[in-house]
């Protein structure tokens, strides 16, 4: 199990940029694929972007070329940076973890994640 802190969620207005972070302890970081998900009011958990422990990235359609994950697994911490953000992009933003190390694929399926953060909220005004 991997204990996980999100943080740098906030208002911000329409057009605005935030970077959330996500730091993990607990357990081997570098090997396990990390990804960031968002439940706004009212609506289920959704996938938002991930990055295998090769590095490779892969992101949902609302945010792809708005959105860059990113990790330093010498601070074992993982990184999501949201440009030109909507009100559409309001919500609560979860980091996760993979239950399994060395993933060879990409997945968006919640249960394939075992460890979860408390959240952090991000609100874009219009």
């Known amino acids: 199990q991997v204990q996980l802190v999100e943080s740098g969620g906030g208002l911000v207005q329409a057009g605005g940029s935030l970077r959330l972070s996500c730091a993990a302890s607990g357990r081997a970081f570098s090997s396990y694929l990390m990804a960031w998900f968002r439940q706004a009011p009212g609506k289920e958990r959704e996938f938002i972007a991930g990055i295998l422990w090769s590095t490779n990235t892969y992101y949902a359609d609302p945010v792809k070329g708005r959105s860059l994950i990113s990790r330093d697994n010498a601070k074992n911490t993982v990184y999501l940076q949201m440009n030109s953000l909507k009100p559409e992009d309001t919500a609560v933003y979860y980091c996760?973890?993979?239950?399994?190390?060395?993933?060879?694929?990409?997945?968006?399926?919640?249960?394939?994640?075992?460890?979860w953060g408390q959240g952090t909220q991000v609100t874009v005004s219009s």
């Open positions: 996760a973890a993979d239950r399994v190390p060395y993933r060879a694929l990409g997945t968006t399926i919640i249960s394939d994640f075992g460890s």
